[in-house]
């Protein structure tokens, strides 16, 4: 048995079983007979035994979190589940336990062909997984339309293919950081794949025109996450302690924030819940503005809220199948006394919705009652070791120089939110020769000018658009830049800010050499970034500190990552094939490094953001209120984390990288324009860091003498509803915390790690 007991869940909706469950169960087995999945040896291996099967009981499953599916739709969902978790054992009984890496390879690379996007299959199985997918596939696809047929294929090729991190994982004996943990098992986890299964089932396709779009992201996103951690509190015995494991969240926190097993098991349930509450919140707030944005009929809309429902019906239905199942020891329940517990048994999940509310609420109330403007000097910032030499541009003077006149030229420093002292202090030319040391002079103007506009723009919407409280313009401003960033630079208007001003000129002078597919990678870096503003708004608008996940993912476009990434692939001038960009170790090197650069600019401006800004961005914050701790606790959190992403960005330039070049067998350019990749992001991180170190930006002195009204004749005073958080003063008290979620202290969290913080405090 593990030593944590279940946490009090978040279940808001009670779980509905299916009608035609019986009939799943009888067809669920005979199909698994046929296929030879019961009691039939796989290389001298009994899989399952009928014993098995019946208790693991995946027909509930299905009706649990299908209810309303029809017969003939649940049976076939039922097999698709029965396929997928005796993919999970057959892989892990053939090379998780052997640790056969090699054939694990060839294994998954050989189920590719039984999932073609065209439906049509040419190979023959050779195994009973083969055949499995075969007759799934040929059953499945061909009535759906052709862009739920490439998101379901590339969500079941993810599924079995990122089963290979998880063997190596294993075999290096790695635990992985949170974030790392997240967004791999979102693919290894399958459910990303159970959401596209969902649209089947309920027969409600979402419009290809909203797919990719951030809420339908998000919804996806946060469903998947609650349905692994919420695994991951039920299965923590089986794979941890009886499969050798490492892919679960428990053991992840339990070895991040270095806290014993029930603390761990906690904080999970904490992340599940604050996942479950962001998807109630994107349902709620940002699907009504997508549909009027996008102009979707009724029959569409109502399609997104059959899907919405189903995924719904999943959480809580899968909640329930979890309590059901012998698939999993449970851990140890919470001893309730008696004339607390209320109704339990079959039935009665709705009587227990009201005690699950209750329980959550501080969790909740605590992202909207943050008091901005409040005094946050003094925090010790936390190690950073960046193992990059920093080389500087021999024209770093001269671009200083430069980039005074071409701000001045465009308006940024006319329109009150910057003049000439505060672009002097910042010394954004001072980041850009320390990110491209080797760039021409021209090649160094242009970075240091794009690392202006991006700054510039990020510290002028809060200030045009009153902190969020006129989000509607701040569409409008989005709206006119996306004109002057054009697939066909000759389609351009005249600009009329300086933000515009600014943007077609870059615009014009990077893009041009581009080919048309570059363009377009580079403009969705741009649009990325400006969008990811207007979230900040939003959330600004309602006092609302993010979610962590929420955060760290959403923090990499409005730091620009992908945009100042981009830049440093302008010099291979397209002769890396995208894909390749794609790849995981390419797409995890840079989304550790992206962390790594946001966190260290947290730790840096959380003065600035907190006591000067009143902003709630900021990952210290963020940690702040989902521990429930003081602040040089999250700092040190952060400052964990930071170092954690660290190790991941070294571990894949040391291990993946060189396995993904041998395996990928380039042409000698090309290889060494993916290396050239690699050694620019280390540049990247050391002249970040430099930046920060040498810039007046940040410093409490700085903070002081750059700090100054807005214009009134051109912004006004923020006014109307939410807008007095802007009034407050300095020295506001916090609001006080619900007695159940009393603040914890660093020692609470986290045991004393000397050596952890360094000595330089914010000045």
């Known amino acids: 048995m593990p030593s944590f007991e279940l946490p009090e869940f978040y279940t808001p909706y009670p779980a509905r079983c299916n009608p035609h469950m019986e009939r799943a169960r009888a067809h669920s087995k005979s199909w698994a007979r046929s296929m030879e999945m019961i009691d039939v040896p796989q290389h001298g291996r009994v899989i399952w035994s009928e ?79 083969e055949a499995g997918l075969a007759d799934l596939w040929a059953r499945t696809v061909p009535g759906r339309s052709n862009d739920w047929r490439a998101r379901f294929a590339e969500s079941t090729r993810n599924l079995l293919d990122e089963s290979l991190w998880e063997l190596a994982n294993i075999n290096a004996n790695r635990v992985a950081d949170p974030v ?70 428990v053991l992840v926190l339990e070895r991040f924030l270095g806290c014993d097993i029930q603390q761990a098991a906690d904080r999970v349930n904490d992340l ?105 000097g ?31 030229g465009v308006g940024i420093l006319g329109e009150g939110v910057w003049d000439e002292a505060k672009l002097r202090a910042f010394d954004l030319a001072l980041c850009a020769a320390g990110i491209h040391p080797d760039a021409t002079a021209e090649q160094l103007d242009l970075t240091t000018a794009w690392l202006t506009w991006g700054t510039y723009g ?109 830049l440093s692939r302008l010099a291979d001038r397209g002769i890396v094939p995208a894909a390749i960009y794609r790849t995981r170790p390419i797409a995890a090197m840079e989304n550790a490094a992206a962390d790594y650069a946001c966190l260290l600019n947290d730790v840096f401006s959380y003065q600035k953001e907190i006591q000067f800004e009143g902003e709630i961005h900021n990952c210290v914050l963020v940690t702040q209120n989902f521990l429930c701790c003081d602040a040089a606790a999250a700092m040190q959190v952060v400052g964990d984390l930071m170092t954690a992403r660290m190790r991941q960005f070294q571990h894949i330039l040391a291990v993946e990288f060189p396995a993904l070049l041998d395996a990928l067998d380039l042409d000698t350019p090309v290889r060494e324009a993916v290396c050239d990749h690699a050694r620019n992001l280390q540049n990247w991180l050391s002249g970040i860091l430099n930046w920060h170190q040498g810039c007046h930006r940040y410093a409490e002195t700085d903070l002081i003498s750059n700090t100054r009204p807005a214009l009134p004749e051109l912004f006004g005073n923020p006014t109307g509803l939410g807008t007095s958080a802007a009034r407050i003063t300095r020295t506001s008290p916090t609001t006080a915390l619900p007695a159940s979620s009393a603040p914890l202290t660093r020692s609470s969290i986290i045991p004393d790690r000397p050596g952890l913080l360094a000595t330089r405090p914010f000045r």
């Open 51 to 129: 014993r098995d099967f019946d208790a693991h009981d995946y027909a509930l499953l299905c009706a649990y979190t299908h209810p309303d599916a029809t017969a003939g739709l649940l049976d076939l969902v039922t097999d698709w589940y029965v396929w997928v978790f005796y993919f999970d054992d057959h892989f892990l009984e053939l090379f998780k336990r052997s640790h056969d890496l090699d054939g694990a390879r060839v294994y998954l690379d050989a189920l590719r062909a039984f999932m073609p996007d065209d439906g049509q299959i040419t190979a023959s199985p050779t195994n009973v997984v």
């Open 180 to 249: 790392e943990y997240v967004e791999m098992r979102r693919k290894v986890g399958g459910a990303p794949w159970s959401a596209n299964l969902i649209e089947h089932a309920c027969d409600a396709e979402v419009p290809a025109v909203i797919a990719a779009s951030r809420p339908m992201q998000v919804l996806r996103d946060t469903f998947a996450d609650a349905v692994h951690l919420r695994n991951d509190l039920f299965s923590y015995q089986r794979e941890v302690h009886d499969e050798g494991e490492l892919s679960n969240g």
């Open 272 to 376: 599940l819940t604050s996942r479950l509450q962001q998807f109630e919140h994107t349902a709620l707030t940002e699907l009504p503005a997508l549909f009027d944005e996008q102009g979707l009929d009724p029959t569409a809309r109502m399609s997104v809220g059959l899907y919405v429902k189903g995924l719904q019906d999943w959480q809580s239905g899968g909640h329930e199948w979890h309590l059901q199942s012998s698939r999993y020891t449970k851990p140890r329940a919470v001893v309730v006394p008696p004339v607390l517990r209320g109704p339990s048994g079959l039935g009665t999940q709705s009587a227990r919705i009201v005690s699950s509310l209750l329980a959550t609420a501080p969790q909740r109330l605590r992202s909207f009652t943050h008091v901005p403007i409040q005094p946050a």
């Open 378 to 408: 003094g925090l010790e910032l936390p190690v950073m070791d960046v193992p990059f030499p920093l080389t500087l541009s021999p024209h770093l003077d001269a671009s200083r120089e430069q980039v005074v006149s071409w701000a001045a």
């Open 458 to 566: 990020d510290d002028y919407y809060p200030i045009a658009f009153s902190r969020g409280n006129d989000i509607a313009a701040a569409k409008a401003c989005n709206a006119r830049l996306d004109q002057f960033i054009p697939l066909d630079i000759a389609e351009m208007p005249t600009p009329v800010t300086a933000l515009e001003r600014g943007l077609a000129d870059l615009w014009t002078r990077t893009a041009a050499p581009m080919e048309v597919p570059a363009r377009r990678v580079f403009r969705r870096a741009i649009t990325d970034m400006t969008a990811s503003w207007i979230w900040e708004l939003g959330n600004q608008a309602q006092n609302r500190v993010p979610d962590p996940i929420d955060y760290i993912e959403m923090r990499r476009k409005t730091f620009g990552s992908d945009l100042t990434m981009s």
